[in-house]
């Protein structure tokens, strides 16, 4: 438990989550009773009121399902921690789905977890495409996914500050598609987010062949994004 997660929960709070830590360090298969049931026994709600879904904060049940996920992880192989960390996805609710994404990070699951990023990159849930895209999808996912994982926040709302990793994988291909994307915004006369501007501003800096004042790629260099 995180010293942050300490401050963020009340007297009660703190003592029930330090029996369930023991109980899953203990026992770690009663996770899968237990994670259900921390954001009732423990606390819940955003951590940042301006953003209550938890997209870019994760909420007070997120950090108390990871604190509870990795004090059970101690107690299997990698194998076994890869096949309850993808139980625990597949039964779940879209908040408990939700804390296993942002979980990925604090385990030792190598790439094996990949699948779980795929499955909420093709839903439409904005928690868990956020989710989706945190540190363990910058580290793992390949550049192909990745991208279109961006463009799917810009789709859907997503703001780009959930995002890991934009300033270090973000390139020449992303701002194509960026671009194609506030393209076909303007030419159907809707406003392009202030994301997609924010973005193509920061990847077009990189390249003197784009006006980083217009944002615009040249016509041969468009493609698709679909």
Not at 29 to 37: E, N, S
Not at 51 to 62: A, N, S, Y
Not at 94 to 113: I, N, P, T
Request: with cysteine; hydrophobic share 45%.
């Amino acid at each position: 438990m995180t010293d942050r997660l300490d401050d963020l929960l009340d007297n009660e709070g703190r003592a029930r989550l330090r029996e369930l830590i023991d109980e899953v360090t203990s026992t770690p298969a009663r996770i899968a009773v237990l994670f259900p049931a921390v954001a009732r026994a423990v606390g819940r709600g955003p951590v940042d009121p301006d953003d209550p879904d938890g997209l870019v904060t994760p909420r007070v049940e997120d950090q108390a399902r990871v604190a509870l996920l990795r004090a059970a992880a101690r107690g299997w192989d990698r194998d076994g921690l890869v096949a309850e960390v993808a139980a625990l996805y597949r039964h779940g609710d879209a908040d408990e789905k939700r804390a296993v994404l942002r979980a990925l990070d604090h385990l030792d699951l190598a790439d094996a977890a990949l699948d779980l990023v795929g499955d909420a990159l093709r839903g439409n849930d904005t928690r868990l495409i956020a989710a989706a895209l945190g540190p363990y999808a910058a580290r793992h996912l390949d550049p192909h996914n990745w991208r279109h994982g961006v463009l799917k926040c810009l789709f859907t709302g997503v703001p780009l500050a959930a995002v890991s990793g934009i300033a270090e994988r973000g390139d020449a291909e992303l701002a194509r598609m960026v671009d194609g994307f506030a393209a076909e915004r303007r030419a159907a006369d809707r406003d392009v987010p202030a994301d997609a501007t924010w973005l193509l501003n920061q990847l077009t800096s990189r390249r003197p062949d784009l006006d980083a004042t217009s944002g615009t790629v040249p016509d041969q260099q468009r493609v698709r994004h679909d």
